[in-house]
């Protein structure tokens, strides 16, 4: 399916260079993650970037959420991460503990190709965009 939301060059080049089940996968990933920015009130755009060499997704507006990086692994499988010390991965594992093959305290791992439960995946985006938000003392 094709983005309805321009690809940043640096972004275009990562996804362009890897193998192409990789690459479909990732730009899939992409569409959820901007989906998902545009089903939640008050996260608004996001910023594209490139972090360590690999497609950041973080609000535009300051404030709001944490980044979400994806990244094709060596062995195959890709990666949706998160910044460690959010504790956003743990959370995930409690609620999603079946769902996702997970790696440490920063990524769910995923298969290209492979069943995908999107809406636990966009339960967790949706976790990560708005993260600083969510965590401001209401009142």
Not at 22 to 34: K, P, S, T
Not at 57 to 62: D, F, G, I, S
Not at 122 to 134: E, G, N, P
Request: glycine content about 12%.
């Amino acid at each position: 399916m094709p983005s309805s939301v321009p690809v940043e060059p640096g972004a275009a080049a990562y996804f362009g260079g890897l193998p192409k089940r990789a690459g479909n996968e990732l730009l899939r990933l992409r569409e959820l993650v901007h989906r998902v920015a545009g089903e939640i009130g008050g996260v608004g755009p996001l910023a594209e970037s490139l972090k360590w060499g690999e497609p950041s997704y973080t609000p535009a507006k300051a404030g709001v959420g944490s980044s979400v990086r994806l990244a094709a692994l060596r062995d195959g499988r890709v990666a949706m991460h998160f910044i460690c010390h959010t504790g956003l991965v743990e959370r995930f594992r409690e609620l999603y503990p079946d769902v996702f093959d997970y790696e440490g305290k920063r990524s769910i791992l995923i298969e290209p190709g492979g069943p995908l439960d999107e809406q636990a995946l966009s339960h967790c985006v949706a976790m990560a965009l708005t993260y600083h938000r969510d965590r401001r003392p209401s009142g």
